[in-house]
């Protein structure tokens, strides 16, 4: 791929610890509530309902005093035309698609983040969250994904010392866990969670998919390689992602689902020659008018990025933090190959 510039299926409620669905660093969640379904509840792709939320995970107050470990996000700089990023990654297949659409999420110790999302993805529900035909998702078929988003809200936090503090009811719930006993860090999971939110970035993005044979895509690839998008004219790089490059266009589609950036997208993002048109994101090259009305439309929608650290912090005795790891790793591997 190429970038271009069964113990644990329920959140049990917690003994004087906070519960809710708060996207906050340091809050921790139970990944194995929703493996393979975590787009019901963080909105990363466009969904069929009007409500606004873009995180509703039920979360957990494990560690006390996490502001103190908040990084400083970065000032916008008044000058700053798009405040986000505007890439393409190449694709030799659906396998590294889906894991360049999910490359910003990262859970530690989980090989591949990307089937937290998609495992329970049918084909139909695949083709939609992608906006390609159901047709071009099984077969021999090379993708390019194109995406702008833009960056609304950005949260961090340093890296936990070993001797963070944690909340009563935890710590009396980690001295319940037995060396051995893999059901006690399972109840202990279902309880308070497995990882802990390390980072985030909130805001919205527009994406679409381009579908090529391997001869197409191969040539296409090495273009933009030897020579670099920067270096390739308007023109030049509207021909290669047209109809008559690409076996087929998607659709561009909005993270959010936003129907109003949607309907602007269907409009100012068209390519048009002679009697038809076709949409395609890549209008947006060298057109500064187009980024300028999108810094503005695009909002705090969707979860754009995502970093889940495993709660080992909370663990102070050695032996108890290994096991606790060696259980998690157990557990992944075993949800990674079954879903």
Not at 53 to 65: A, G, H, I, L
Not at 131 to 156: M, P, Q, W
Not at 298 to 319: C, I, R, V, W, Y
Request: hydrophobic share 40%; with cysteine.
């Amino acid at each position: 791929m190429v970038r271009l510039p069964v113990l644990l299926l329920a959140v049990a409620l917690c003994r004087a610890a906070t519960l809710d669905s708060e996207l906050g660093v340091g809050k921790s969640i139970n990944i194995f509530m929703r493996y393979g379904y975590l787009s019901i509840c963080m909105r990363v792709v466009p969904r069929n309902d009007t409500d606004g939320w873009v995180f509703r995970e039920p979360t957990v107050s494990v560690f006390q005093d996490t502001e103190r470990f908040v990084v400083a996000p970065k000032p916008r700089q008044a000058k700053t035309l798009f405040d986000g990023d505007f890439h393409m990654e190449f694709c030799d297949n659906l396998k590294q698609l889906l894991q360049a659409y999910f490359r910003d999420f990262s859970f530690e110790r989980l090989e591949r983040p990307w089937r937290a999302f998609t495992a329970g993805w049918p084909t139909d529900i695949m083709a939609r969250n992608l906006g390609i035909n159901s047709s071009f998702i099984n077969g021999d078929h090379c993708y390019v994904l194109v995406r702008v988003s833009r960056f609304r809200e950005t949260a961090k936090l340093k890296d936990l010392p070993p001797n963070i503090v944690v909340e009563d009811v935890v710590n009396e719930a980690i001295e319940e866990i037995k060396i051995g006993d893999t059901v006690s860090v399972a109840d202990f999971i279902r309880k308070y969670g497995s990882h802990y939110i390390a980072s985030y970035i909130t805001g919205n993005s527009l994406y679409q998919v381009f579908v090529f044979s391997r001869t197409a895509y191969s040539m296409i690839k090495e273009r933009l390689k030897s020579k670099g998008v920067a270096d390739i004219t308007a023109k030049e790089l509207e021909g290669y992602f047209s109809p008559w490059q690409a076996k087929h266009i998607g659709q561009i589609k909005v993270a959010s689902g936003n129907k109003t950036v949607e309907s602007w997208a269907m409009k100012r993002l068209r390519v048009h020659y002679y009697i038809f048109s076709y949409p395609s994101l890549l209008k947006l090259h060298g057109e500064p008018t187009l980024l300028r009305n999108l810094d503005t439309l695009l909002g705090n929608e969707a979860l754009l990025q995502l970093e889940l650290k495993t709660l080992s912090p909370a663990f102070k005795d050695t032996k108890k933090r290994k096991w606790f790891e060696e259980v998690i790793d157990n557990y992944l591997k075993l949800w990674e190959s079954n879903m």
